[in-house]
């Protein structure tokens, strides 16, 4: 098992829900971030938290709201979300940010929105 | 033009093979290479990184960087039914936090049949 552990690992919700993604870190890095995996399509940059404080947003839509309590936790609050939403996300962290050999991954969530 | 380009394959090889994954890229400022491999149901975990141009050997994995060509590869000698996954090219102009972006391509699955 990795250092970055994601629950849920799947998750089936409705448009009209609200439900949170979370990450968790155990390997004292300082930088967080949000991918989403699609099928056929590169890995996406979402957001990024570099000592709690969010340092980039990828122009990603209000639905998805991240939260960093902390620098071992990392959430991605879902709401009003499309079926084109549905795809792997995941969670990875790095010492610092732009550290680009060392970035560590979580086992994503398994989004599907119905 | 995507800033990384990457054929998805699927590529299925009979163990023992030589593999060759490909990437050509397209930002002369990229100076950072990596491959990641992700296993079904995985997020992705480094497999070989490179600075600049030139090869790198870890194992039965060798990874070749060229430059003036803009196109890297991993080479897998003696395949093993263990190497089957989705292999993804990840590249970054450099270190920092303005530099230290990841660009990944989409992804080679690959199947070694024994």
């Known amino acids: 098992e990795t250092g970055v552990t994601q629950t849920p690992r799947h998750l089936v919700m409705g448009m009209t829900n609200k439900k949170s993604l979370k990450c968790e870190q155990h390997?004292?890095?300082?930088?967080m971030y949000w991918y989403k995996q699609s099928a056929k399509k590169p890995l996406e940059l979402m957001f990024v938290?570099?000592?709690?404080?969010?340092?980039e947003n990828n122009s990603v839509p209000s639905r998805f709201s991240p939260e960093c309590p902390n620098s071992s936790h990392l959430f991605l609050h879902l709401h009003t979300l499309q079926p084109e939403d549905s795809a792997l996300y995941l969670c990875a962290s790095s010492q610092n940010r732009g550290q680009v050999d060392g970035y560590t991954f979580g086992s994503g969530t398994r989004l599907t929105v119905v | 033009q995507k800033e990384v380009e990457q054929d998805p394959g699927p590529l299925s090889v009979p163990e023992g093979a030589i593999v060759s994954l490909n990437c050509t890229y397209s930002?002369?400022?990229?100076?950072?290479f990596m491959w990641y491999r992700q296993y079904s149901r995985k997020g992705p975990e480094l497999l070989m990184y490179t600075y600049s141009s030139g090869n790198k050997e870890d194992g039965r994995f060798t990874a070749q960087v060229d430059k003036s060509s803009k196109y890297i590869s991993l080479f897998i000698r003696d395949s093993q039914p263990s190497d089957s996954a989705t292999y993804l090219c990840a590249m970054s102009a450099g270190r920092g936090s303005t530099l230290g972006r990841l660009y990944f391509g989409r992804g080679t699955q690959l199947t070694v049949w024994p």
């Open positions: 938290y570099n000592f709690k404080e969010q340092t």
């Open positions: 390997l004292g890095h300082n930088a």
């Open positions: 930002n002369s400022a990229f100076q950072y």
